[in-house]
C-alpha cells in the first residue's frame, strides 16, 4: 500500500434506471424460477451503476452499465421464452443523456480516455459499453468468459452476441495467491497496478466468476464494488442473501466480504443497483474531504 494516494478520483455514473423483483431483492425462500413468473410487484426504480476510477497509471471503470440499444432496438433481446424471461426479469429506461458516454463526459472523461474497464460479470446490464470501448483493456475472469461455453448461455443471462464484440482487447485473469494480510480471509486476487490500490477479488454467487474490485486509499475507508453480490448493503452486512444466484456460494461469500470488515474497518460496500450506492460514495468522500 503505497502512503501517497495514487488514485486522484472516484465516481460513480448510472446508465440509466432498472426495475426488479422484490424477490430479486431478497431475501426471500422461494426458488427463483417461482417468484420469477409469479412475482405480481417491483421495486422503485434502481440505478445501474458504473463506477470510474482514476488512478495515475490509467482511467479504471468497474462495469460498463447497460447499452440504451436495449431500450430502442426490439432485437437487442431475444425472443421466444428467452425473451419472457428477461421480460419478467426487469425493466430498463435508458435515456438519451444517460449512455455510459454521456456520462462519462458530465465527468469530464472520454469514452477513448478508458484505458481499463473490469466487468464484474457478464450479465447484459454489465456489458453494455463494450461497444464503445475497443480502445481500452476489458478485464473479466477467465471462469466467467467460460460460463459463455455453457448450456443455454441466454436463458442464464449471457447475451453472447452483445459480448463476443470484434475489436475488443479481452485480458481474462485467474485471481492468483497475493500476500496481504489486509485481505484475510481472501487469498488470492489481482493486482490491477501492482500497487495494492486497486485489487479484484473473487466473490462468487451471483454467477460462478464474478469478481469484486476493492478500492484501498490511505486518507479514506476502503471500498469494495461488489457488483451484483448484494442489492443493498444493509442486507449484505446482515448477512442476508438476494434472491438470485447459487445460496451456497453466495452465503461463503457474503461471509467473507463480511469478515474483511476485521481487517479494513470501515468498509464501505458499493453495488451496481443498490439505491444507497451514490450516496454512500459521496458520503465516504466527504469524510475524506474533512480529514484533510
Ligand atoms: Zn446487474
Known amino acids: 500500500m503505497p502512503t501517497t494516494d495514487p488514485i486522484a478520483r472516484v465516481s460513480v455514473i448510472s446508465t440509466g434506471s432498472v426495475v426488479i423483483r422484490p424477490e430479486h431483492v431478497g431475501p426471500t425462500r422461494k426458488n427463483t424460477y417461482v417468484w420469477l413468473f409469479t412475482s405480481t410487484r417491483w421495486t422503485a426504480p434502481r440505478p445501474i451503476n458504473v463506477y470510474v476510477i482514476e488512478h495515475r497509471d490509467g482511467l479504471v471503470l468497474f462495469d460498463t452499465g447497460q447499452d440504451r440499444a436495449s431500450v430502442t432496438d426490439p432485437r437487442y433481446f431475444p425472443g421466444g421464452l428467452n425473451g419472457l424471461i ?62 459463455l461455453d455453457g448450456p443455454l448461455p441466454e436463458a442464464r443471462g449471457l447475451l453472447t452476441s452483445h459480448i463476443d464484440l470484434p475489436g475488443l482487447r479481452w485480458n481474462r485473469i485467474t485471481p492468483g495467491p497475493l500476500a496481504d494480510p489486509e485481505l484475510t480471509p481472501f487469498t488470492d486476487g489481482h493486482d490491477l497496478f501492482g500497487d495494492g490500490s486497486l485489487v ?73 443497483h443498490d439505491p444507497r450506492a451514490a450516496g454512500l460514495l459521496a458520503e465516504t468522500l466527504a469524510e475524506r474531504a474533512e480529514h484533510r
Open 200 to 272: 479484484l477479488l473473487p466473490t462468487p454467487g451471483h454467477t460462478p466468476g464474478s469478481l469484486s474490485l476493492l478500492v484501498r486509499r490511505p486518507a479514506t475507508a476502503p471500498l469494495l464494488l461488489v457488483g451484483d453480490l448484494t442489492y443493498d448493503a444493509r442486507l449484505l452486512a446482515a448477512g442476508k442473501l438476494p434472491g438470485a444466484g447459487d445460496k451456497r456460494q453466495m452465503r461463503a461469500t457474503v461471509s467473507r466480504v463480511n469478515a474483511l470488515r476485521d481487517t479494513l474497518p470501515g468498509l464501505v460496500v458499493l453495488a451496481a
Open 86 to 147: 428477461y421480460s419478467r426479469l426487469a425493466k430498463f429506461e435508458i435515456g438519451p443523456t444517460e449512455t455510459l458516454e454521456a456520462g462519462l463526459s458530465g465527468l469530464g472523461y472520454r469514452v477513448d480516455d478508458v484505458d481499463k474497464a473490469v466487468i464484474s460479470h457478464l450479465h447484459q446490464d454489465h456489458i453494455g459499453g463494450l461497444p464503445v470501448l475497443s480502445g481500452a483493456e476489458i478485464l473479466i475472469s477467465e471462469q466467467e468468459w467460460n460460463s
